[in-house]
């Protein structure tokens, strides 16, 4: 089935320093990617959408200065977090839609990245 | 309000219960997804669901598109059920997906 591998599953980082976190889908071809953060014990918010080839959307409120996205192929999204901070301490979580297009298809998800900034 | 809510937040249970979890949207939607989180953070799609009625092993989902409800039943339920579900609606206007607030569900031996 379509997978998708999201590097790397944990960090930790000092504050002022920027993170990386990929998402490479393995098996298939995304166009579009999603990245979303959860805080614990709450639901999954809709950061951003992630277009190959183009600018991604921000979601309001989520700084796209912070969080740099980058979609140069059609199996890997990136997402920066730039001079973070403790309270971007968090789980990021990318996901794909199989069969292209938003989100009214099949959906598969990364395994999550935990964020810890000291 | 939230877009889309579910019920119970938390539900607890014994093993080989019936087992049903709740989600009532308040918008149009092109589909809505139901997904289940385990403790280490993972995230795996059970449904997606524009109308009817899905089955998978001792899953099911319904959805009434009038009544803007779903539901999630798990039959026969099992310790290794236990983890986090959640509903996302997939909104027609905004073209995003908005998720519930998650119900932890625990299924004791």
Redesign the interface.
Known sequence: GAVVSQHPSWVICKSGTSVKIECRSLDFQATTMFWYRQFPKQSLMLMATSNEGSKATYEQGVEKDKFLINHASLTLSTLTVTSAHPEDSSFYICSASIGGGTGANVLTFGAGSRLTVL | KNEVEQSPQNLTAQEGEFITINCSYSVGI??L?W?QQHP??????LF?L?SGKKKHGRLIATINIQEKHSSLHITASHPRDSAVY?C?A?LQGA????????TRLTINP
């Open positions: 092109s589909a997804h997904l280490g953070g993972g995230i795996v799609s997606m524009s959640i996302a997939f073209q995003k997906l908005v998720f519930g607030q998650g």
